[in-house]
């Protein structure tokens, strides 16, 4: 059964127009004026007075992840249910082999829990030590198994971080490879100093893990990578930058003409600091690394992306419920899973405070949200655009209708929503995935496992 999309304002990165879309089989068809449904049985959605933008991609979220003695709250299913809900109908996740491991065992497990996916997912491989086998992993990984990204931790100092020697194999390797180096940039060194510090002064609530990781820990791990990728000749892709110092560190990079590329989330455009002064341990539901910043950064972040320093929103979605999670930390903030859920909530909150506060047009708004982290990772133009023969992966969205966000109806599975109490203007009244309308007025119908594995091609397009 074909699905066709009559009388949308169809938008892309560059292109807008009132049309119609026919889709069939899982594909794009047809884009035009006055289509016709082709079978009797055929669905036809009327999208008059709404917008038909391309299914998003979320480039960095991490389902049911092992993660600081527990697991993110999420798994593949419901993760990716949510990232539907909210019109992200792609995730790429993280393979996080442990120190030691194997990454080609590591991505054995991680296909094994991704099956359940409703929508589809590709994979990010990090490379969490550097041993004998490694650049024999990662070949396999980039030639054989689809994955064109490598992640390298330069926080978490003795659990998945590497050292700077480390960091210098991957690049090598990923450059050999033609491959892309994306970095988790935090001196893991300073971290754990200041931690060991706060926590030694009896200084434990989780203001003090925003405090431990303050915005120079960032900028300078930011400076380090970005060096140490122009030295490699490596091009790199900053996840979640977060501050202003970072975000310099990229416009430096890039006005002298480096291929150094970069990430923000949705948390870090719309929430500051004070977060962590909320009462009752509440401060622990926005303990993720890096912090929220104080007031300014986001602002900075925000003209990053109208001047297309930064080039991709994801939103690192990484639950950790409250209780029986969070609150392992109770007495020491160190001992707080970093990390929070988002995956459902990008597309409205990037309409609401970017597109209709003016801070960026309707064009660059389907661009960090779909077309850009398709690009870059290899996707593009089978995901993240709306072209004939592209996948069906669509959302028509409705500028009228108005929300409120709350972990009361949020499709996390998660009992804490960090924008709690945010107004929403405008959301998907249907998402299609893969040619199949999985939400509809407010409701899901998805299927376990029907999302598919996406190898992703090497030939990328920065
Ligand atoms: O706090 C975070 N960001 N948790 C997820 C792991 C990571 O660093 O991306
Ligand atoms: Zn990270
Ligand atoms: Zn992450």
């Known amino acids: ?51 038909i933008f391309p299914g998003g991609i979320d480039a960095h979220v991490h389902m049911e992840l092992p993660f600081m003695g527990t697991v993110s709250a999420d798994n593949f299913e419901t993760g990716t249910a949510a990232g539907v809900a909210g019109g992200t109908t792609s995730i790429l996740d993280f393979v996080i082999p442990g120190r030691g491991q194997s990454l080609l065992e590591g991505l054995d497990q991680w296909h094994e829990k991704a099956a359940k996916a409703v929508s589809d997912y590709g994979f990010h491989m990090a490379v969490t030590w550097y041993g004998d086998d490694t650049e024999r ?63 030694e002064q009896g200084l434990t609530d989780p203001k003090y893990h925003a405090l431990s ?87 900075a972040l925000w003209a990053g992306i109208s001047a297309g320093l930064i080039q991709v929103v994801a939103t690192d979605h990484c639950p950790f419920n409250q209780v029986g999670q969070k609150d392992m930390g109770k007495d020491d903030f160190t001992k707080i899973p970093n990390g929070a859920a988002g995956i459902e909530h990008r597309l409205g909150l990037l309409w609401t405070y970017g597109v209709l506060e003016g801070r960026m047009d309707i064009h660059r708004f389907v ?29 028509v969205f409705d500028p009228t209708v108005e929300s409120t966000i709350s972990a009361a109806t949020h499709h996390h599975n998660c009992d804490r929503n960090i924008f709690e109490g945010f107004k929403l203007k405008g959301g998907a009244s249907h998402v299609i995935v893969n040619g199949k309308v999985q939400f509809k007025d407010g409701k899901l119908d998805v299927e376990r496992g029907a999302g598919r594995y996406l190898p992703r091609s090497r030939n990328v397009h920065y």
Do not use: W
């Open 367 to 395: 661009d960090v949200f779909a077309t850009q982290p398709a690009k870059t990772f290899g996707l593009y133009p089978r995901k993240g655009s709306i072209v004939t023969g592209a996948d069906a992966d669509l959302v």
């Open 137 to 199: 992993e990662m070949r396999i990984c980039a030639l054989d198994k689809g994955i064109q990204s490598f992640k390298t931790f330069m926080a978490y100092k003795g659990a998945i971080g590497v050292d700077d020697a480390e960091l210098i194999e991957v690049m090598k390797t990923a450059k050999d490879l033609q491959a892309l180096v994306t970095a988790h940039c935090e001196h893991g060194d300073m971290v754990l100093a200041l931690q060991k510090q706060y926590v």
């Open 213 to 299: 990781r303050p915005a120079p820990v960032e900028g300078e791990a930011t400076n380090r990578a970005i060096t140490l990728a122009r030295m490699t000749g490596t091009p790199l892709y900053i996840v979640h930058l977060t501050c202003k110092e970072a975000l310099d560190a990229v416009t430096e990079a890039r006005l002298r003409g480096q291929m150094v590329l970069a990430e923000t989330c949705s948390q870090y455009l719309l929430l500051d600091d004070s977060v962590y002064e909320k009462e009752n341990f509440e401060g622990a539901a926005y303990v993720m690394s890096p912090p929220i910043r104080p007031k300014g950064h986001q602002e």
């Open 1 to 51: 059964m074909g699905i066709l999309l009559k009388n949308g304002e169809i938008v892309t990165a560059s292109d807008r127009f009132v049309g119609d879309i026919y889709c069939d089989e899982g594909k794009i068809l047809a884009i035009g004026q006055g289509l016709e449904k082709q079978h009797r049985d055929d669905e036809e959605i009327d999208a008059s007075g709404q917008f």
